[in-house]
C-alpha cells in the first residue's frame, strides 16, 4: 500500500478486497439513487405534457405531432441520456429527422412521443395508432443511425477498460445504452437466440470479473453489436411492411 501512493486504482482494488460489504452498501445506494432519478424525470415529464393548439389533445412534450390530429410539435422537446424529455432543449425543424430515430432507441413512438408497450416490433402506438417501422427505408436509417455511433463507443470501450474494477461497469453500460438497447428494446432475448442469452450472461460476469473484463469486454462490445444488429434485421425482414 505504500508504493501505491500515487495509484487510486490500487487503492479501489485493495478496499475492494477489504471492505466488500462497504463497496456493496455503496452500489446498492448508487443503483437506488439511479432508480430514484428515473422515476423522477417519467413523473416530470408526464406531469409537463401540453395540449395540441387544435384538437386539444394531451400530447408528450418530445413528440412531433399531435397523436389525435396529426398537428406538428411547434417546439418538441429533446431527450435526455434515460429517454425521457428534456424540457428545456427544444429540437429544431433540421433535427426532426433525426430526433425521430433518436425515439425509436429509446422504444418510443417516432410520430408522438407515445412510450411502446411491448419488446417487438410488431405493434403500433396505442395513442395515435402508427406502426413502430414505416416500411425499409425507416429500418435502413434508423440502422444508419445507430451505426454511426459504432467507432467512438468502440474506442470508449477500450479506453475504459484500462481502468480497473469500474472500467468494464462504465464500458458495458456504455455500449449497451449506444448500441445494443437500440435494437435489443424490440427484442425478447430469451426467446430469440441462446447466443443471445450466453452474451447476456458473459456481460454480467464480466462485471465482476473485472480483470477478466479488461480483455474480453471490447471484444464483447463487438460480438454483441454484430448479433443484435443481424437479429433485429432479420426480424425487420420478416415484418410485412405492405399492411401498413
Known amino acids: ?15 475492494s478486497l477489504l471492505y466488500p460489504g462497504v463497496v456493496v452498501i455503496l452500489a446498492l445506494l448508487g443503483g437506488l439513487g439511479l432508480g430514484a432519478f428515473f422515476i423522477f424525470c417519467r413523473r416530470r415529464e408526464y406531469s409537463h405534457r401540453i395540449f ?20 406538428p410539435n411547434p ?50 402506438c396505442p395513442a395515435c395508432g402508427k406502426a413502430v417501422l414505416q416500411g425499409e427505408q425507416s429500418v435502413d436509417r ?13 474506442a470508449a470501450v477500450v479506453v475504459l477498460g484500462v481502468v480497473p474494477i ?8 456504455l455500449y449497451r445504452r449506444t448500441l445494443i ?23 454480467h460476469l464480466f462485471r465482476l ?14 460480438t454483441e453489436y454484430h448479433l443484435y444488429r443481424r437479429m433485429f434485421l432479420w426480424k425487420a425482414e420478416k415484418y410485412d411492411f405492405r399492411g401498413e
Open 181 to 203: 438497447n437500440p435494437y435489443s428494446l424490440y427484442m425478447t432475448v430469451y426467446r430469440e437466440s441462446f447466443l443471445m442469452v450466453v452474451l447476456f450472461l458473459c456481460r
Open 166 to 173: 469500474l472500467g468494464p461497469l462504465l464500458a458495458s453500460s
Open 1 to 15: 500500500m505504500h508504493q501505491s501512493d500515487h495509484s487510486w486504482s490500487e487503492y479501489l482494488v485493495a478496499y
Open 52 to 71: 395540441c393548439s387544435k384538437c386539444g389533445s394531451m400530447m408528450y412534450p418530445c413528440g412531433l405531432h399531435c397523436p389525435e390530429c396529426g398537428t
Open 142 to 154: 434508423y440502422d444508419a443511425y445507430i451505426g454511426r455511433r459504432r467507432g467512438w463507443t468502440f
Open 75 to 124: 417546439s418538441p422537446r429533446a431527450l435526455n441520456w434515460i429517454g425521457y424529455s428534456r424540457l428545456r432543449t427544444v429540437v429544431p425543424p433540421s433535427g426532426w429527422k433525426r430526433h425521430e430515430e433518436v425515439l425509436r432507441s429509446y422504444r418510443r413512438c417516432f410520430y408522438c412521443g407515445q412510450p411502446l408497450r411491448e419488446p417487438s416490433l410488431d405493434q403500433r
Open 209 to 222: 470479473l473485472p480483470f477478466i473484463g479488461i480483455i474480453g469486454m471490447p471484444v464483447l462490445c463487438v
